[in-house]
């Protein structure tokens, strides 16, 4: 039988000859180990058979198709194929050691591993920030970055410690789907060191901030917590003032949707990243303040419990949060269903019977009603989700869905001021007309205002810069609105809904109900009459009169007859707006410039 000969793969030095001549081997068996650049590499036997001669020693170099040793060909009995012996690659039950140590450091950093902790966690009502991620993505979509990061603390604490008690040192973060999107997800884990932000986990968040902007990633951070720890000793900082991590989250804004959720403690750093957010979600536990107790205790102002620092009825009122919500659970269901306006048209809807708007507005125009009646009445049934409803009370913001698509609506509410338009109220439209932007939402405006708030107690409250952002913003918005007057649209305020001007919309329709006018009737009456209406010296006669003179003045502005100068596009049947808003704001061209950020207020 020929003798089959085994030569050099590459260039290098014997380091050890592993068989002798005689020997007999199986296909697979190592026979020589060369040395090349510092790396072992095995040359196996090709087939079995008997070594009859080696040609090399330990020490010897050789170069590419030297001969190594010669095999005789045969059969060997009882031999396993090199595929089925233990240890090899194709053994899948293997664990070796350097795996077994690396399962054993991840297992460590799960909640199964810290049952003390977890039960500390749970006595308190809330859930850990494993517990909150497993909720909101996705299942088994989650794959976590930096788990086995651990408290730069080495200098103080024993090695054996930090990797039992700071796992990823205190902050969860990775990738995971949320409604079938991937979505980066991050969590102040506030069983390690109460929340704190710690330099690796500041380092962390870098990694997850530019890993979110390359990829276009939503972003969900879970923000409880104490912000800035003091005890790490294993860096050369002085301040930290030079750690990235909030300018890295605050220029994600503008470029991706940013949900932030509170519950309990979230303070200072927590809640600088918090209020970068597009949303805040926030639980009735929570307390959200730009300082803690011990910082405003160090800065002299007084000594106060967490819970009386920005609790949530402060937040919810003052705009702080949009969303308050009773617990985590509600917190995860409410973020994932705020995602899910970005992630484009909704397959199944259904609506409500779009006749009964047509009774939502009293005949009588000096009757209030219910603007949010109307909001539920025309989008998709269970589809609308207000935003800082706590919050400028004098216009609405929501996200909804008609027909599946979403969309963003801002409404006057008449049951405050008349619908009139005070500060907050335009901060709070303005800021979500920037959001809508931003994300790329066409917008529902539901108009029904007899204009700015005026009057000396206003003028107080800086009206003329905040009225201003409305017109600024509507400007310079990429997305198409379309624009539904229900009742009142008179002066500035009105032209403010629609973007600036009632040409602005892609379509600006009216209602019956309907009235425009550069400003309220009555006061362009007794402006427009006040000669007139003095020189009537009976109050009885002065105030029929006046009333005339109003019926007149809602003959000549009532959408009817505005229509026929063409200051509106239409006037429709109410059941008939679901229709005009899918085709006006069908395939618009949204132009490819993005917005630079959306204004936190």
């Known amino acids: 039988m020929t003798e089959v000969q085994v030569t050099a793969p590459m260039h290098g030095t014997v380091e050890s000859v592993e068989v002798g001549d005689g020997q007999q081997v199986a296909a697979g068996d190592p026979l020589v180990v060369l040395e090349a650049m510092k790396m072992q590499h095995v040359v196996e036997a090709p087939a079995p058979g008997v070594v009859r001669r080696l040609t090399v020693t330990a020490g010897d170099t050789v170069a590419e198709g030297d001969p190594l040793a010669y095999l005789e060909p045969t059969v060997v009995e009882g031999a396993a194929p090199a595929a089925e012996r233990p240890g090899t690659a194709e053994d899948a039950d293997a664990v070796r050691a350097d795996l077994a140590e690396v399962l054993r450091r991840h297992e460590i950093g799960q909640d199964a591993a810290r049952p003390e902790a977890v039960a500390r966690r749970h006595a308190t009502g809330r859930r850990t920030a494993r517990e909150n991620i497993a909720d909101l993505c996705d299942p088994g979509t989650f794959t976590e970055y930096g788990p086995l990061v651990i408290a730069a603390q080495r200098a103080r604490r024993p090695l054996q410690e930090l990797i039992e008690r700071t796992p990823a040192d205190g902050l969860v973060a990775g990738v995971g789907d949320v409604g079938g999107r991937p979505t980066m997800v991050l969590s102040y884990d506030y069983m390690v060191l109460a929340g704190t932000q710690g330099a690796m986990n500041h380092i962390k968040k870098d990694r997850m901030f530019e890993l979110a902007e390359r990829r276009r990633l939503p972003v969900v951070l879970f923000a409880e917590g104490g912000g800035g720890r003091p005890g790490d000793t294993d860096t050369p900082t002085v301040s930290g003032l030079d750690t990235m991590a909030f300018h890295l989250f ?6 991706v949707p940013l949900v932030g959720i509170a519950a309990g403690r979230c303070f200072a750093g927590n809640a600088a990243l918090l209020g970068c957010c597009d949303v805040v979600i926030a639980t009735r536990d929570a307390n959200i303040g730009m300082g803690g107790p011990a910082m405003i205790e160090g800065g002299g102002l007084g000594t106060f419990t967490p819970e009386q620092i920005g609790p949530i009825d402060v937040q919810t009122r003052n705009g702080v949060v949009d969303l308050p919500v009773a617990d985590e659970a509600e917190a995860v269901a409410t973020a994932r269903r705020y995602l899910s306006y970005f992630q484009g048209p909704a397959r199944e809807w259904t609506a409500p019977d779009q ?7 009293p005949e009588d125009r000096r009757r209030v009603y219910d603007v949010r009646a109307v909001i539920d009445g025309l989008a998709d049934t269970d589809s609308v989700l207000e935003l800082r409803r706590g919050f400028g009370a004098g216009i609405i913001t929501a996200l909804v869905r008609i027909e599946g698509r979403p969309y963003g609506l801002i409404a006057n509410n008449p049951a405050h001021l008349g619908g009139a338009i005070d500060r907050d109220a335009a901060d709070k ?10 994300h790329g939402l066409p917008v529902v405006s539901l108009c029904d205002t007899p204009g700015f708030m005026v009057g000396p107690d206003a003028e107080e409250t800086a009206t003329v810069r905040h009225f201003s952002r409305l017109f600024v ?15 009142k649209a008179y002066g500035l305020g009105a032209q403010a809904m629609g973007g600036g001007s009632l040409r602005v919309p892609v379509a600006t329709v009216a209602w019956p109900t309907g009235e425009l006018g550069g400003m309220g009737l009555e006061g362009a009456v007794r402006l427009g009459f006040r000669r007139e209406l003095e020189a009537i010296a009976d109050p009885a006669e002065r105030e029929a009169a006046f009333e005339q003179l109003v019926a007149a003045a809602y003959e000549r502005g009532k959408a009817l007859s505005a229509a026929t100068v063409f200051e509106v596009d239409d006037v429709i049947d109410p059941a008939d707006t679901r229709r005009w808003i899918t085709t006006a704001l069908r395939d618009v061209p949204i132009p490819e410039h993005r917005r630079g950020f959306v204004d936190t207020w």
């Open 473 to 487: 913003t509507g400007a310079h918005l990429r997305v198409p609105i379309c624009m539904v007057i229900l009742r």
């Open 250 to 255: 605050a220029r994600l804004s503008g470029r």
């Open 355 to 361: 006749r009964r708007l047509r009774s939502l507005i």
């Open 429 to 438: 439209a303005a800021r979500f007309l920037q959001l809508c932007d931003a």
